[in-house]
């Protein structure tokens, strides 16, 4: 889980509490679901918080969440920014990639060390997670007395947001004292190392302009031009992403809380080539609860006046309301920073939270059950069992893998006639390049687990009963799920037989009836490579595995694996 730094006495100042002691801090923070993990170097807590409260990523933000908390305020509240001054004018060369942009302009901030640094922590946190590390959405903060409007005396100053030749043009970037093009910041600058494969596949990248020139490179680097400090009063605000609604969000997050420091929000105009927006979007969202499912959720009963209350401690606001069949229904108003309220349920735990878990009275269930062992999980047991005493390590690996681990890796393709190249069943928008589909086969994370442990003796014999996951039109939900036993041997005289040695002992000691018909997989070597067949039904496969797949993974001790559908031993 992510972690963000809280300075305890500026927690004290946001919130007027200054009686209280750093351990009732800890306690109060724990009723709001951050879990404290330590202190900094610096004496600032360390809290552990749930991703999707990302109003908390800032002490701002924390604050805000403890005087709701404390009952020093109430509802909803929603800054009212000036008109807008400045545009962003979106050209038609910006990349299709990354195409959307948003903006705001902030006035009379007072930063100080502190202060800043919390603004640049949410910045860095943002981009870490709802971001997804700059990919789906970047900030730029500016000094906005470095920026020069282009025209100034035509409407309003405006930047232009634009797409760029790599060596079109040339800034000096943050961290920097010489000008450098955006392909030299990506080929020489740390920053542009560490972000260079978010852009070094564009044709032309994206960049910001005002009068005087080049002033930001997102997602990778802002000019040092307008670099913000202590002495910065007028700040403004850009985003640029992959999706319009991701990055109004991370720019109302910032806006609160820069709002909380005293500062004023001044809108931005964005003119795209075909509509026109003015950001930020402060609109309040709705959804509608019914009473009967809160105190069904809750367990407990609740007049309409206390939801109201509930409602309004957790900086909602909610209205009374008949349903069309009668029934008694709240239209909650949602705040603009709540990016996570998606479902009423995400409402009802923010009454449960602000009514106080500790509080809710533990009772009996209605009905009794008698627990027991689920069938197939007394199958994985007993298996799992059999391979220990075969001489196998036990492993639990992440279901989740790459495309690359899951396929390229081991010389398979989605779609090959081969076990393991299902279609594979992958997330639309990963938090991670490491996690990006469901895996089709086990095999591929024992050969991942050898290869970070070459530091270790030999011999290493691992398996692992895992879920696979591959597509399946046939199947509900488009995607077969299963079970699958997969097994690797490590060592200096590791082959074929050793692995066929341990397959048969197990299918003996489940009373099935194994064969093993010569076949071809690309990940094993040809004509020591087998199908796995029991009780008459092809389940698996089993080999010794390919030098090159040897190489990729860098194992210098030939390695034999099986892996098959673990139903075939019921």
Known sequence: MPTVDIDP???RD????DEKSDDELIDDLFGLGLEFEGRT???AFELEFAPDRLDRLSVEGVARSMRYQYGDARGTHVPSPNSPEWTIEVDESVPDERPYVTGAVVRDIDLDEESLESLIQLQEKLHATMGRKRAKGAIGIHDLTMLKGNPATEGNPTIQYVGVEPDADRFVPLDSDAEMTPADVLEDHQTGQTYADLVSEYERYPAIYDSLGLFSFPPVINGRRTEVSTDSRDLFVEMTGTDQWTIDKMLNIVCYALSARGATIEEVRVEYPDYELVRPDLSMKTKTVAHDRIETILGIGLDPDEVIDLAERSGLEATKEESDDGDLVYEVTIPPYRVDVLHPLDVIDDLGRAYGFNELEPRYPDIGTVGGR???SRLERSVREQLVGLGFEDMLNFHMISEGENYDRLDIAPGDDAYGAGEPATIKEPYSEDFTMLRTWVTPSLLMVLERNTHRSYPQNLAEIGFAAEVDESENTGVAEGRRVGAVLAHHEAGYEDAKARLQALARNFDVDLETPP???????SGRTAAV???GEEVGVIGEVHPKVLVEHDLE????????DLEALR
Not at 14 to 17: Q, R
Not at 557 to 564: I, L, N, Y
């Open 14 to 17: 946001l919130t007027g509490h």
């Open 533 to 535: 067949v029991i009780d």
């Open 519 to 525: 076949t071809e997989h690309p990940t094993f070597i």
């Open 41 to 43: 170097e610096e004496g």
């Open 374 to 376: 689920h069938e197939r």
């Open 9 to 11: 006495d500026e927690l």
């Open 557 to 564: 001790v030939p390695v034999s694996a099986f892996e098959f």
